[in-house]
């Protein structure tokens, strides 16, 4: 009994990790292909990130106190709320590393005050989505029972038809990814990402892309995730709807580049998939919310 109940609390830790981890990415991924941050970053002085480290931990503390990173018992504590806050932060600063890393803007070359001001800076809203994550896109369960009872009683009567059902996930796939990505696409930052990002790295995008995806849809537990996975459709399991999810996404980001004029027939293929595939980031996040959200 005490092992199973030693596995429950570890899954649920790593549950409440994953959760905060995909609300970073929703509300992160747009400030991360903004230039003017990665200069702050790089400029800003010592005692200017400490500041905002300062400042950081007091809005999320707020945020932690209000309602919590996790949920827990009714009557919050001021150390559980710090410890969550901490938490948060770290969760928020690693996911701001991991994207710097991932799009080039940090590397082994860059130095130690150069790397810690960009992913402050840029762990701002990574950090607010951790927190936020909790309070915005939590699962009720209760609720997820019901829905998924009632859908369950009522499949025999009401068959969803499958080809409607594809359509659906497709077209809510297509306003996330234009939602998201619309305002990054006409930016230099996504010209400026693709030039200093070598072939191989493509495939580091390529698999970061799917991986964040799918976790947000099928693992972070976000708006009816027992839902997700009984909805119908052509491509309806997790795997092959994450797939197709970001085919469509990219399809999507290689429209909205040539509607800017950011890609032209003139281009070579590899300039065309090199910007595709960096803007196609945020375009299968916000793919991934749009799902969510039907």
Same mark, same amino acid.
């Given at each position: !009994?005490?092992?199973?109940?030693?596995?429950?609390?570890?899954? +649920?830790?790593?549950?409440?990790?994953?959760?905060?981890?995909?609300?970073?990415?929703?509300?992160?991924?747009?400030?991360?292909?903004?230039?003017?941050?990665?200069?702050?970053?790089?400029?800003? =002085?010592?005692?200017?990130?400490?500041?905002?480290?300062?400042?950081?931990?007091?809005?999320?503390?707020?945020?932690?106190?209000?309602?919590?990173?996790?949920? +827990?018992?009714?009557?919050?504590?001021?150390?559980? @709320?710090? #410890?969550?806050?901490?938490?948060?932060?770290? #969760?928020?600063?690693?996911?701001?590393?991991?994207?710097?890393?991932?799009?080039?803007?940090?590397?082994?070359?860059?130095?130690?005050?150069?790397?810690?001001?960009?992913?402050?800076?840029?762990?701002?809203? *990574?950090?607010?989505?951790?927190?936020?994550?909790?309070?915005?896109?939590?699962?009720?369960?209760?609720?997820?029972?019901?829905?998924?009872?009632?859908?369950?009683?009522? #499949?025999?009567?009401? =068959?969803?038809?499958?080809? *409607?059902?594809?359509?659906?996930?497709?077209? @809510?796939?297509?306003?996330?990814?234009?939602?998201?990505?619309?305002?990054?696409?006409?930016?230099?930052?996504?010209?400026?990402?693709?030039?200093?990002?070598?072939?191989?790295?493509?495939?580091?995008?390529?698999?970061?892309?799917?991986?964040?995806?799918?976790?947000?849809?099928?693992?972070?537990?976000?708006?009816?995730?027992?839902?997700?996975?009984?909805?119908?459709?052509?491509?309806? +399991?997790?795997?092959?709807?994450?797939?197709?999810?970001?085919?469509?996404?990219?399809?999507?980001?290689? $429209? !909205?580049?040539?509607?800017?004029?950011?890609?032209?027939?003139?281009?070579?293929? !590899?300039?065309?998939?090199?910007?595709?595939?960096?803007?196609?980031?945020?375009?299968?996040?916000?793919?991934?919310?749009? +799902?969510? $959200?039907?």
């Amino acid at each position: !009994m005490a092992k199973k109940q030693y596995k429950n609390t570890w899954r +649920r830790e790593i549950n409440d990790i994953v959760r905060g981890i995909c609300g970073g990415f929703l509300f992160g991924i747009p400030l991360i292909y903004t230039m003017e941050v990665w200069w702050i970053g790089s400029l800003v =002085k010592p005692r200017l990130i400490a500041i905002a480290i300062a400042l950081m931990f007091i809005v999320v503390f707020l945020l932690n106190y209000t309602d919590g990173f996790r949920k +827990r018992r009714n009557n919050w504590r001021v150390d559980e @709320a710090v #410890i969550d806050t901490v938490e948060a932060m770290a #969760i928020g600063f690693v996911c701001s590393a991991f994207m710097l890393l991932l799009l080039q803007e940090i590397t082994p070359e860059t130095s130690l005050k150069e790397s810690l001001g960009k992913v402050v800076f840029e762990g701002v809203p *990574f950090t607010l989505g951790v927190a936020l994550a909790n309070q915005f896109l939590q699962e009720d369960n209760q609720n997820n029972s019901i829905s998924v009872t009632h859908k369950t009683n009522g #499949i025999n009567k009401h =068959k969803q038809d499958n080809l *409607f059902a594809t359509f659906a996930d497709i077209g @809510a796939t297509l306003i996330g990814a234009i939602v998201i990505a619309f305002n990054i696409a006409p930016t230099d930052e996504v010209s400026m990402l693709a030039a200093a990002i070598s072939p191989p790295w493509l495939w580091v995008l390529i698999a970061a892309s799917l991986v964040i995806s799918y976790a947000i849809v099928f693992q972070a537990g976000f708006s009816d995730q027992q839902k997700r996975r009984q909805q119908k459709g052509i491509f309806q +399991r997790p795997l092959s709807e994450t797939t197709i999810s970001y085919l469509v996404s990219l399809l999507a980001s290689g $429209a !909205m580049l040539f509607f800017f004029q950011k890609l032209t027939f003139e281009d070579t293929w !590899m300039m065309w998939l090199e910007h595709i595939l960096v803007l196609g980031l945020p375009a299968t996040i916000g793919g991934a919310a749009g +799902r969510l $959200a039907i």
